[in-house]
């Protein structure tokens, strides 16, 4: 998954659809560009919350296989 921003990513969280924290991805070069590896996730419905420059947003993905 790649993810575009108009400010710098500083993080990404992975939740699956009950809300459990999956991981946190660091941005280690705090740019507008993230790629997210989700080959390891099974199929399903995930929320992204996307941390950049302190504003917050929340995405919905949904992984098939």
Not at 37 to 62: H, M, R
């Amino acid at each position: 998954v790649i993810i575009r921003s108009s400010l710098n990513i500083n993080n990404v969280s992975l939740y699956s659809v009950d809300g459990k924290l999956i991981n946190i991805y660091k941005n280690p070069q705090t740019t507008t560009l993230f790629t997210l590896n989700i080959q390891n996730l099974a199929a399903g419905l995930y929320l992204l919350k996307i941390d950049a420059e302190n504003k917050i947003s929340t995405k919905k993905i949904f992984v098939r296989r």
